[in-house]
């Protein structure tokens, strides 16, 4: 939300709209970076950790927000970013003025080779991960953009600063953090070249739950988070379910919980995320019950199917027609949230909100989708048109658009002319509409976080899949004492036919989005259809 009518969402926008996150049911406020920052990747790339982008308003305009979050009975996790800086962070500048410079070794330095970079490791966003800097003639290691130079975490001085920071945010009274990229921050040992996949032009880099990684988050463990009352969760990529045990161990001896990519990578192909590909649901099915019958009991997961990160999952995941949306984003919103562990919900995610139809190019403005977009065209893998239609589909800026508030002007986002376009449908898809109707995707969500908060078997229920092989299907039950539930979901827009298990013929629907009421021992599940079932007491 758009407070002074720059195009630019910003801190007042937000302060100014806590209350309908309030009413909505939401406990936690997950904030991506509002850090200085000269904005190469959206924030994520800061120069000043304890500084306000000026866009975003003052550290005055913060303080409200936190107060006002507060005062609501919310809390607040800051996104922190600390596999990488921004090339414009004072660290950094002095660490490029020589090889003596008291900072050089805060950063990944190293010389070339054959004369090109000292590996072949890809940078995520196209390109290589090594940057010649002209002052020493060497090469900086950068695995995202070469704006933002990865920190060197084996300097136990750069570790004491990123925990000095750390202690400042919380002491201001913040609740928590949310890791970017933690998994990464442990390089391998001799930074070695990796394997460069068919239709790749670089290796990856390899460097995902490095050697040192566990020992540097207790640490941090012991010095910061221990001492606060912290909700804590790691963006965790390349992560495996026995390395997730680890870091978001019950024990409390790392993070709460962390950010898993398998359900979200399922969809790849040969270059990536740059495809049409959709997801199989037998094989969504298989990676989410991994992740929650390994979990169980031992660690904690985040559940989402959408982020910044991510296009929108009612599109991805589900249809965004219309004619089917309301139920479908309803019905995706019931597998999430009645699966255990903390859910997510995205920013719009809870109206239905859809990817965005970009024209061309001009329309883009993540770094990711614009480099990949030169690399792949210029290359020949893609034509402009093939690149355009994968970003339609994969493109960050999908989840970026500003949020759907009113059939006003720019969505009621801003009185002047935003910084990304508006997605056009906003006319049908926006809050004012839903959330004074019952029937909504926005009422429907109140409602799932509502029964959230009064049944435990949604929160701690062990998991069981039924009917793994169905390829429109996903069914699966949850336990806990005497309590069961059956929770159906139809991912087709087919009709389909399901006989329920014995014990749950004729109990309650929970939760629904077609009005069904009572449930016989054979339903045909219509178009998106989903209902939660509670076993009758003393079945
Ligand atoms: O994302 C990390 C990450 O793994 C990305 O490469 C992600 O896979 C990609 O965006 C999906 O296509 C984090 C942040 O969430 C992202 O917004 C940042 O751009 C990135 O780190 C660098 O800080
Ligand atoms: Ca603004």
């Avoid at 008291?102 to 080779?113: A, L, S």
């Avoid at 196209?126 to 995202?144: E, I, N, R, V």
């Avoid at 945010?169 to 609740?175: A, E, P, S, T, V």
């Avoid at 988070?225 to 992560?239: I, K, N, P, Q």
Wanted: proline share 4%; net charge negative; glycine share 8%.
């Amino acid at each position: 939300m758009d407070s002074n009518g720059d195009g630019i969402g910003d801190l007042k926008g937000i302060t100014s709209k806590l209350d309908y996150l309030k009413e909505l049911g939401v406990d936690v406020i997950w904030l991506s970076p509002v850090y200085q920052s000269p904005n190469d990747d959206n924030g994520y790339d800061i120069s000043d950790y304890c500084a306000i982008m000026e866009e975003f308003g003052s550290m005055d305009d913060f303080d409200e927000m936190l107060d006002g979050i507060h005062r609501r009975g919310m809390r607040l996790v800051m996104d922190l970013v600390v596999n990488h800086t921004s090339d414009e962070h004072a660290w950094f500048t002095e660490s490029r003025k020589s090889t003596d410079n008291p900072y050089r070794n805060y950063y990944i330095w190293r010389e070339g080779k054959d004369g090109g970079p000292p590996n072949n490791w890809g940078s995520f966003f196209s390109g290589p991960a090594w940057q010649l800097d002209t002052a020493t003639g060497m090469y900086y290691l950068h695995l995202f953009s070469k704006k933002q130079p990865d920190l060197n975490w084996d300097n136990p001085k750069v570790r004491a600063e990123v925990f000095s920071m750390m202690d400042w945010w919380c002491r201001k009274g913040i609740d928590g953090f949310r890791m970017d990229v933690i998994s990464l921050i442990s390089k391998k040992p001799g930074l070695p070249d990796g394997i460069v996949p068919s239709g790749a032009f670089y290796a990856d880099c390899g460097c995902a739950n490095g050697p040192n990684v566990h020992d540097y988050l207790q640490e941090m463990n012991r010095k910061v988070l221990s001492r606060y009352d912290l909700m804590t969760v790691g963006e965790c990529a390349g992560v495996t379910i026995e390395e997730a045990k680890k870091y978001a161990s019950l024990d409390g001896k790392e993070l709460n919980m962390v950010f898993q990519f398998e359900h979200v990578g399922l969809d790849d192909d040969v270059y990536g995320k740059w495809t049409d590909r959709r997801t199989d649901l037998r094989e969504l099915k298989r990676v989410l019950s991994n992740w929650q019958v390994e979990l169980s009991g031992k660690a904690w997961n985040s559940l989402y199917f959408g982020n910044h990160d991510q296009p929108r999952s009612l599109s991805r995941f589900g249809n965004d027609d219309p004619k089917y949306r309301t139920v479908c984003a309803k019905m995706l919103a019931t597998c999430l949230h009645m699966l255990q562990g903390t859910p997510y919900v995205y920013q719009g995610e809870e109206l239905g909100m859809t990817n965005c139809p970009f024209g061309g190019i001009e329309d883009v403005r993540d770094i990711e989708s614009l480099n990949a977009y030169q690399e792949y065209t210029k290359e020949g893998s893609f034509s402009k048109e093939e690149m355009m239609h994968f970003i339609r589909l994969r493109g960050r800026d999908n989840a970026r658009t500003p949020m759907q508030w009113d059939e006003g002007p720019n969505a009621g986002f801003t009185k002047g002319q935003p910084w990304i376009m508006v997605n056009p449908n906003y006319t049908e898809i926006n809050a004012a509409a839903q959330t004074g109707d019952p029937d909504s995707v926005f009422s429907y969500y109140k409602k799932l976080i509502a029964l959230r908060k009064q049944m435990d078997v949604i929160v701690y229920g062990e998991y069981e899949l039924l009917e793994a092989g169905h390829e429109r299907l996903y069914v699966y039950t949850r336990s806990l004492g005497d309590e069961k539930l059956l929770v159906i979901c139809n991912f087709s827009v087919q009709e389909t036919e399901y006989t329920l298990p014995k014990e749950f013929c004729g109990g309650s629907v929970l939760i629904e989005n077609y009005a069904r009421g009572r449930v016989a021992e054979r339903v045909l599940l219509a178009a998106y259809e989903t209902l939660v079932v509670r076993q009758l007491a003393g079945k």
